[in-house]
């Protein structure tokens, strides 16, 4: 038994704009979907959707997970740049220095993400969504790949990446030390193949931990990976 990757979901203030946000950047088209919250399909060939539920948490710190999103050329690295500020994004600063050849923005809730420069290998063929980039150990990169069955295509010293047998978006973990708990943050939701009381044992065997009762209502069971990120296991539709 495995898990799909269902969803990328935000903990979001106001679903609906930040949904229009990033459907503005991207281009997305709104899903029809039956969990709470607002959904955007991906275009992505990882499968996935974005979807944004409502929470009343507070962001604390800098978010352990953000979007490295890809650019064909420089001029094309600045219409990205352009059109997430003209939606709503501003300039962040996380620490990336003058020179640096990425850009790092903020969406309207304080989301960080960077707009790559052009000629990344490590993300070439990923997509307009090259990688859900990821503060987390060796460990958690490890526990990922078995839960959704994607083979690890990087995998040296305490850095780890998978990405889906079907090409798309990389997730990455860069090692320790890890950042605080930011509180609201972007999460991974799963759609189990098969039962998904079995597939919760099977994560819990492979280093989950539950968490309290999830406050959406729609039967999912909220867990944590081993570095504690909350993970939600949706029932089977």
Not at 22 to 45: I, T
Not at 54 to 79: I, V, Y
Not at 97 to 116: K, M, T, W
Not at 181 to 187: A, E, I, Q, R, V
Request: charged share 20%; hydrophobic share 40%.
């Amino acid at each position: 038994m495995s898990s799909r990757l269902s969803a990328i979901s935000f903990d979001a203030h106001q679903p609906e704009r930040l949904a229009r946000f990033w459907s503005g950047v991207m281009g997305l088209e709104r899903a029809d979907d039956a969990h709470d919250g607002v959904a955007l399909l991906s275009g992505n060939d990882a499968g996935y959707r974005l979807r944004f539920r409502p929470s009343r948490t507070q962001k604390a710190a800098q978010n352990r997970l953000h979007f490295d999103l890809t650019s064909s050329s420089l001029d094309n690295q600045q219409e990205t740049v352009a059109r997430a500020l003209a939606f709503g994004a501003q300039h962040a600063d996380v620490g990336q220095g003058p020179d640096a050849s990425h850009v790092v923005l903020a969406d309207p809730e304080g989301n960080e993400f960077c707009v790559i420069e052009p000629g990344n290998g490590f993300l070439a063929g990923c997509g307009f969504i090259g990688a859900l980039a990821c503060d987390g150990s060796k460990a958690v990169g490890h526990f990922w790949s078995e839960a959704l069955g994607w083979p690890l295509v990087w995998d040296q010293d305490e850095e780890t990446a998978v990405q889906s047998p079907n090409a798309g978006t990389k997730i990455t973990w860069g090692g320790p030390p890890l950042m605080p708990d930011p509180g609201k943050d972007l999460h991974l939701e799963l759609a189990p193949d098969g039962d998904q009381q079995a597939e919760v044992e099977r994560l819990l065997s492979l280093g989950a931990r539950r968490l309290g009762s999830d406050p959406g209502g729609d039967g999912a069971v909220l867990l944590a990976d081993p570095d504690g990120n909350g993970l939600r296991v949706l029932t089977r539709r």
